[in-house]
């Protein structure tokens, strides 16, 4: 039976280890550093320490937690075997959740009545119509689509922006680094979406924010490093920018003294738009180590070169 390595911060992945061995009789589960997680053929990862996979000579499969595999591709010296991330509806579902209601979040003004309610002030503000607020979207991928897919039945106008030519009913789809300027000058409220790669980071700076039109708001669900968070702090300071909800930070947690948690306009959420229960992780990684084991074709194998 295959010996699996979990490679996270200590103690994270223990929950997996009866769940693999109930879905893998005669698993062997070594947790990094301990030397039987070395002899592993199937690593199982959340921030591996750089250097740790290259140091398993009998690895066959890389298997990421998460969707994104930001995580484990940032180390240069990750070994040239299969890579696969999470793909799940539940996490679908819970995305598309968080995405709909931080755009109802801004679209209904709850942003500005909550903030009034904590000084005693009635103040109510002209409603516009769905079809009035245009949604742009990062990334028409997994979780773009499905997100993109239930504005429009809301009403919203929604358009997307991926890497290669997409079509989606009812979306405006636009593609590749020389059509996001006209994208986003026609998105009220802009939700990332995307993964973290050399072509995505620090893709929001302060030139393509301020192609927003003013009083856009930003939902970043994908990862901190695709702000320049100084640029969009400097932005909602100067009032080009309405708010943004940030989900995700480029170091997690968000240390309570970060001036994020205080910014007027900033919802900081704790990377908490779609999360993943172990039940499903092991469910997916338990059925891709059957497929290595039996030569069959592995799910969700991200492209290497794409880095998603
Ligand atoms: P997918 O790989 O399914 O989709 C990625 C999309 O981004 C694709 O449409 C792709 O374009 C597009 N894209 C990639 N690179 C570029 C680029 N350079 N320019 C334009 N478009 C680009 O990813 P998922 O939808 O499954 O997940 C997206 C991200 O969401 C994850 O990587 C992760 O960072 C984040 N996430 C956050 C969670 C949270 O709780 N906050 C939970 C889960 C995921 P194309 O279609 O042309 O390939
Ligand atoms: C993911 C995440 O990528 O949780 O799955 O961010």
């Not at 006209?182 to 009220?188: G, K, N, P, V």
């Not at 939902?219 to 320049?228: M, N, P, Q």
Request: hydrophobic letters at 45%.
């Amino acid at each position: 039976m295959i010996k699996v390595a979990l490679l996270s911060r200590p103690g994270l992945m223990d929950p997996m280890k009866a769940l693999l061995a109930r879905e893998l009789p005669g698993v062997a589960v070594a947790s990094w550093p301990e030397p039987a997680a070395l002899e592993a053929e199937l690593a199982v990862c959340w921030k591996p320490e750089p250097g740790a996979l290259a140091s398993m000579r009998r690895l066959r499969l890389i298997h990421s937690i998460a969707a994104g595999v930001d995580n484990i591709l940032s180390d240069a010296t990750v070994p040239d075997v299969p890579l696969c991330r999470i793909v799940d509806p539940d996490i679908t579902a819970a995305m598309t959740e968080f995405v709909l209601w931080s755009t109802l979040y801004f679209h209904r003004d709850f942003d500005r009545v909550i903030s009034n309610a904590r000084d005693g002030l009635w103040q109510r503000y002209d409603q516009r119509a769905a079809k009035d607020s245009r949604v742009g979207i990062l990334g028409l991928g997994e979780l773009g689509t499905d997100a993109a897919r239930r504005l429009v039945q809301l009403g919203f106008t929604v358009s997307a922006w991926s890497r290669s030519p997409k079509q989606l009913a009812d979306v405006r789809t636009f593609s590749g680094a020389e059509a996001l300027d006209a994208f986003l000058s026609e998105t009220d409220i802009l939700v990332s979406l995307l993964p973290l790669t050399p072509s995505t980071v620090g893709l929001l700076n302060a030139a393509r924010l301020s192609r927003l039109p003013k009083g856009a708001a930003l939902i970043l669900c994908s990862r901190g490093e695709h702000v320049v968070m100084d640029d969009l702090i400097a932005l909602l300071g100067g009032g080009h920018l309405r708010g943004a909800v940030l989900d995700v930070f480029e170091h997690e947690p968000l240390p309570a003294e970060h001036p994020l948690w205080r910014e007027p306009g900033v919802l900081v959420t704790p990377h908490m738009a779609a999360i993943a229960s172990w039940e499903t992780i092991t469910l997916q990684v338990a059925e891709n180590a059957r497929r290595l084991l039996s030569g069959r074709p592995l799910l969700n194998v991200v492209d290497r070169a794409r880095g998603y």
